[in-house]
Nanobody
Framework: QVQLVESGGGLVQTGGSLRLSCAAS????????MAWFRQAEGKEREFVAA?????????NYSNLVKGRFTISRDNARNTVYLQMNSLKLDDTAIYYC?????????????????WGQGTQVTVSS
């Protein structure tokens, strides 16, 4: 069964850091573009970052997180990461991992066919 499992969320103060992980059971992992989305309470799910299946150096980010967040993948471990630095109150949300086979790093939720259950990130002042 195809599955994505996120971990690493939690409570952090403004300016702090967290590292999210997403362990994937999809095979082969290397054919999937992986992305992180987030959804704050009362808001729509929004794109955060993506890393291409074809080249781990090909990434794209939301302007809201560019320069603060870094997405990376480890194909040997079937895992994608999101390093989040300089966290702000507005980063508070449930963070979801998503997979799109042979994807181009779309910012659209409908392009991703596999989703995780999410992990809560709460930034406090």
């Amino acid at each position: 069964q195809v599955q994505l499992v996120e971990s690493g969320g939690g409570l952090v103060q403004t300016g702090g850091s967290l590292r999210l992980s997403c362990a994937a059971s999809i095979r082969p992992f290397s054919t999937y573009t992986m992305a992180w989305f987030r959804q704050a309470e009362g808001k729509e799910r929004e794109f955060v970052a993506a890393v291409r299946y074809s080249n781990a150096n090909m990434t794209n980010y939301s302007n809201l997180v560019k320069g603060r967040f870094t997405i990376s993948r480890d194909n040997a471990r079937n895992t994608v990461y999101l390093q989040m630095n300089s966290l702000k109150l507005d980063d508070t949300a449930i963070y979801y991992c998503a997979a799109d086979e042979y994807g181009l790093g779309s910012v659209l939720t409908q392009m991703y066919e596999v989703w995780g259950q999410g992990t809560q990130v709460t930034v406090s002042s």
